[in-house]
């Protein structure tokens, strides 16, 4: 083990590693070693530049809270969380295409009533959004979970707030109907840069690329017997669908708004006044 050069090493930090006993960390750590000292072979770092990318780390997980996840931003906008999101989940076939999580989900959203105002304290041009789950027969998933968070019409997440955690609006919690049918009235989100005062931001500027993510809606689905969903329902027209950051877009799930004059609606609800309305019925895949 002594006099290693770069011809070498990399050979005997697999044969150390290789002692792992559980069969899948072996497996990763391998491929982890062998990928990373091919990269570095490649580039052939300066000593300075290794310093300069450890440094850039060290910043990406000190920007990290429980209202930002800067690591996220990173996978996203180097296409890594497509690229795992695309591994999981086969194109094509019945279910709902899926789509990256993003750095501004929040576990446990408040709870609300099918039909509920989740937008509380925001303006915006009234939007309606009517949805159904089913399986891939055709029948109604009574009860899933839809949980749905999305930015308000400046291009920002509740929790990008100065209240953080404790002030969560433009997200909730829904239960479908027996049915398998939802429904909630918000306002139309807009498109926005994710946030790029940080090391990300530094990384994009670097690339010259630009920040910004099309409109849309998060939906996270989840009921027994299905493979959770998440995806999102991107906005008709909205900038940036040919461009989005984290390249997350499909077309699939491009969705365009409705008028809805105010009454009964197209699926037998009932609003105030006139929104726009963004309706999709979405397919769950079997476990």
Same mark, same amino acid.
């Given at each position: 083990?002594?006099?290693?050069?770069?011809?070498?090493?990399?050979?005997?930090?697999?044969?150390?590693?290789?002692?792992?006993?559980?069969?899948?960390?072996?497996?990763?750590?391998?491929?982890?070693?062998?990928?990373?000292?091919?990269?570095?072979?490649?580039?052939?770092?300066?000593?300075?530049?290794?310093?300069?990318?450890? $440094? !850039?780390?060290? =910043?990406?997980?000190?920007?990290?809270?429980?209202?930002?996840?800067?690591?996220?931003?990173?996978? &996203?906008? #180097?296409?890594?969380?497509?690229?795992?999101?695309?591994?999981?989940?086969?194109?094509?076939?019945?279910?709902?295409?899926?789509?990256?999580?993003?750095?501004?989900?929040?576990?446990?959203?408040?709870?609300?009533?099918?039909?509920?105002?989740?937008?509380?304290?925001?303006?915006?041009?009234?939007?309606?959004?009517?949805?159904?789950?089913?399986?891939?027969?055709?029948?109604?998933?009574?009860?899933?979970?839809?949980?749905?968070?999305?930015?308000?019409?400046?291009?920002?997440?509740?929790?990008?707030?100065?209240?953080?955690?404790?002030?969560?609006?433009?997200?909730?919690?829904?239960?479908?109907?027996?049915?398998? $049918? !939802?429904?909630? =009235?918000?306002?139309?989100?807009?498109?926005?840069?994710?946030?790029?005062?940080?090391?990300?931001? &530094?990384? #994009?500027?670097?690339?010259?690329?630009?920040?910004?993510?099309?409109?849309?809606?998060?939906?996270?689905?989840?009921?027994?017997?299905?493979?959770?969903?998440?995806?999102?329902?991107?906005?008709?027209?909205?900038?940036?669908?040919?461009?989005?950051?984290?390249?997350?877009?499909?077309?699939?799930?491009?969705?365009?708004?409705?008028?809805?004059?105010?009454?009964?609606?197209?699926?037998?609800?009932?609003?105030?006044?006139?929104?726009?309305?963004?309706?999709?019925?979405?397919?769950?895949?079997?476990?």
């Amino acid at each position: 083990m002594r006099n290693l050069d770069d011809n070498t090493i990399t050979d005997a930090v697999i044969e150390r590693v290789s002692g792992a006993p559980e069969p899948r960390t072996r497996e990763i750590c391998e491929a982890l070693v062998r990928h990373l000292h091919a990269f570095c072979k490649e580039i052939r770092p300066t000593q300075q530049e290794w310093r300069q990318g450890i $440094n !850039f780390l060290t =910043r990406v997980g000190a920007m990290c809270s429980s209202t930002r996840q800067e690591f996220v931003l990173l996978s &996203d906008i #180097l296409g890594v969380s497509m690229l795992v999101d695309a591994i999981n989940h086969a194109a094509g076939g019945a279910q709902t295409e899926t789509t990256v999580l993003g750095p501004f989900y929040v576990e446990n959203a408040p709870e609300k009533a099918l039909g509920s105002f989740i937008a509380e304290g925001l303006e915006g041009q009234p939007m309606l959004v009517e949805g159904s789950v089913s399986d891939y027969a055709g029948n109604p998933v009574a009860g899933a979970i839809v949980d749905v968070w999305h930015s308000d019409d400046e291009g920002f997440y509740d929790v990008q707030g100065e209240g953080g955690l404790a002030d969560l609006t433009g997200r909730a919690r829904f239960h479908a109907d027996a049915n398998g $049918n !939802f429904w909630f =009235r918000s306002i139309v989100p807009r498109f926005y840069p994710i946030p790029y005062d940080g090391p990300v931001g &530094d990384m #994009l500027q670097a690339q010259r690329r630009h920040p910004y993510r099309p409109a849309h809606v998060h939906f996270m689905i989840a009921a027994p017997g299905f493979d959770t969903l998440v995806t999102h329902l991107f906005i008709g027209g909205s900038p940036y669908l040919d461009s989005d950051v984290v390249f997350g877009v499909k077309r699939e799930l491009v969705v365009g708004l409705e008028p809805q004059p105010g009454g009964k609606t197209a699926r037998g609800n009932t609003i105030d006044v006139d929104m726009q309305a963004l309706r999709y019925d979405f397919v769950l895949a079997p476990v």
